[in-house]
């Protein structure tokens, strides 16, 4: 059971607490479409059974090991061209909360919306949008942490655990508050237009950032390096000193 009170004016002020669910993503959507619920309302479960990320991946997760769970938000104020700018403000919150739990391992964003510790993947984000005319309606945040589960059948898969450790494991109702106070800093901070903050400190913590690697776009492999990110949350790779933008699902990273 999830009992929290953050120091916050919506965000996790009311909870809703599931045992077991095929996806808090799938369940936050079936609630709202039979009630009207707050915004900032968060669903929670232990065991999420069909977690997913993006690509439609599965998400390997623990029964009660780890933070599954969905934020309901309504953030009118983003056209739908500007839905990628949520992505940046939920991504900062999650490096706001972990970062310094993680006694100084660099926690990093990889695009579009990973949290990566080193080649590590940590934990992940699926924000899935309604509109309503041209603006968002609702979000509903689906939000994965890998907290206290120490083995994985992937193995570039890591956890909060894993990366700093501590005595019997750390408490998911206590870092599910810090995160839904960071959730709302965030939000706010997205919803009073800086902007400009918010993009440049999410460059600042993203994988592989000003550093060359190897890529595959159109099955042909490229070494180039992440520079920038336009308004809509396509990714800027320079290579051969152009700039190319590359969409979801429009470029894969590679290990080199």
């Known amino acids: 059971m999830y009992k929290i009170y953050p120091k916050t004016l919506f965000v996790g002020q009311k909870i809703v607490y599931l045992p077991s669910c095929q996806s808090t993503n799938d369940e936050a959507a079936r609630l709202l479409s039979q009630e009207d619920l707050p915004e900032g309302t968060?669903?929670?479960?232990?065991?999420?059974?069909?977690?997913?990320?993006?690509?439609?991946?599965?998400?390997?997760?623990?029964?009660?090991?780890?933070?599954?769970?969905?934020?309901?938000?309504?953030?009118?104020?983003?056209?739908?061209?500007?839905?990628?700018?949520?992505?940046?403000?939920?991504?900062?919150?999650?490096?706001?909360?972990?970062?310094?739990?993680?006694?100084?391992?660099?926690?990093?964003?990889?695009?579009p919306n990973d949290v990566y510790?080193?080649?590590?993947?940590?934990?992940?984000v699926l924000i899935e949008n309604t509109l309503q005319g041209y603006v968002l309606g609702h979000s509903v945040v689906g939000i994965g942490l890998n907290v206290n589960q120490v083995g994985f059948n992937v193995p570039t898969a890591t956890s909060l655990l894993l990366e700093s450790p501590i005595a019997d494991g750390y408490t998911l109702p206590s870092l599910l508050t810090v995160l839904a106070e960071q959730l709302e800093k965030r939000y706010l901070q997205l919803r009073a237009g800086h902007r400009n903050v918010l993009r440049a400190t999410y460059l600042q913590h993203l994988y592989r950032y000003q550093t060359p690697h190897t890529y595959m776009a159109d099955e042909v492999l490229f070494t180039g390096t992440i520079v920038d990110l336009d308004p809509t949350g396509r990714l800027g790779i320079m290579t051969k000193e152009v700039i190319r933008y590359f969409a979801f699902k429009e470029v894969t990273f590679l290990t080199n």
């Open 42 to 111: 968060i669903v929670v479960t232990d065991q999420q059974t069909q977690g997913r990320g993006q690509r439609e991946n599965q998400w390997e997760a623990q029964p009660g090991q780890n933070l599954t769970f969905s934020l309901i938000l309504t953030p009118s104020f983003l056209s739908a061209a500007e839905q990628f700018w949520l992505n940046m403000a939920v991504s900062l919150a999650i490096q706001d909360t972990l970062s310094p739990l993680l006694s100084g391992r660099r926690l990093t964003i990889k695009w």
């Open 117 to 124: 510790v080193e080649d590590r993947k940590l934990g992940g």
